[in-house]
């Protein structure tokens, strides 16, 4: 009885003279990863349709608006989500998550797109991907449990997933414990 992999090779019409060369192999490892590539970019960029123009995470995690990068430049480090686009007056906010490691599982961002173009915050929150979205009628609020990373004392990690942290966007302003961040 002839083993199973050369049953499979000669009714695939290859030979293990071919996988032994080496060029095959190399050949189809190759062709595997283009697509591998190619499937990451496409599920990597995504439309943003907002009132006043569209917003895009392009295939390198960058965020445009009208196809040109937002200022300040928001990239992300594992890739950039949207969590939400909110009509608040003569502007659209959009919710942006920066996907981080472990790190930092997450950053957020407010964007606002008007009339008169585009304005994104500065980064904000604990670093925790958990959240909590609430829209009451005079804002959007984030809210969180504070983080500490993996490589932190078990003891800090409990601590801080009990903390809540809110994060309010309200008149084109993020307040935390209502300050503003600067």
Known sequence: MRPRTEEFLEATGLSALNFTNGTLIMKIKLALITLALAVCSI?????IPTRFGLLKIDAEKTLLYKGVPVKPQIQGNSGLSLFGVFQQGNTDVVLIQDDGGAGCPAVFYFVVTSAGGVKATKPFGTCSDVILLMQ??????VSMPGFAGPFEPQAAQQRAAKQRLDFVFRDGVLMQNGKPIK
């Open 43 to 47: 599920a990597q960029a995504q439309d």
């Open 136 to 141: 009451p009628p005079d804002g959007i609020v």
